[in-house]
């Protein structure tokens, strides 16, 4: 895979409360690379840590408020990175989170797990673990009709009278309702070393319609000694106020003095 070379800005770990900033402009779009690009828009890197435990679906909800939070327009690049360990060798694993119909169609959208030879934490763990699920049934419901009707011409005295009939009508009808269920759970061992749920597509789209986005399978590569020993999501941010919107909120700290001798320092990341 080839690496870009990102300036790199840890905005929130994973266990921070939810930020108070609001959002700056429209919802930000997950774009491809070469659309993305088009926007003419500087790109700047961005990148948010987590912990143990963490649900996938709600990590990737916060990272685009993040990047909203900013007044981002585009992200692209948008990878779940995680630290691994094969047998001695320090790995970094990770999936991309892609627009939908931008996946080649030779990287399959199913969790598979690799060929031999490949990296122990590629292989795929199942685990059981309760979900809802919703069950829509039909069924015929009776009602009770009261109707209000007059006497007819041939009736008695008091013929133009309201009088009432009573009678019952079926018809069917759909219900819905949610129910306990057992899914299995399929992730990747490195995934599952720190209990990590991976995203829903369903339930992205489902707290944000205009999503529509594709998760490739994972790979690992061996960790650049100069990247990052966490957890992150990342991705190439277009557009609003760059890397110190992230810290609006907090005080920003008087700038240290440079030392007298002292290489020129770098700025840049190699992921």
Known sequence: MRR???????????????????????PVIVATPELAKQSGFEP???????????????????????????????VSNVQVVFMA???GTELE?????????????????????????????LRLVLRPVPDMMTVCQQVVVSRTVVE????????????????TQTYTTSSPETRCGSMPMTRILSRYAFEDAVNYVPPRIDRLE??????????????CMPRDPRAPRTNRIEALAYGGAGPRAAFLELPMPAPAPAPVEAREPSSQVDL
């Open 4 to 26: 870009s070379t990102l300036t790199l800005l840890l905005l929130l770990s994973a266990g921070c409360a939810r930020s108070t900033l609001v959002r700056q402009g429209p």
């Open 44 to 74: 700047w890197a961005i990148s948010m840590p987590f912990g143990h435990a963490q649900d996938g679906s709600a990590l990737v909800l916060k990272f685009l408020e993040r990047a909203e939070t900013s007044g981002a327009r585009y």
């Open 85 to 87: 360990n094969d047998a």
């Open 93 to 121: 694993c990770r999936t991309h989170l892609m627009p939908e119909g931008s996946v080649p169609p030779w990287k399959a959208l199913v969790r598979t797990a690799m060929k031999a030879g490949e990296y122990a934490p």
């Open 148 to 163: 209000a009707i007059r006497g007819g011409l041939h009736a008695p005295q008091g013929a133009f009278a309201l009088s």
């Open 206 to 219: 489902q707290a944000r319609p205009e999503l529509k986005l594709q998760e490739t399978e994972a790979e």
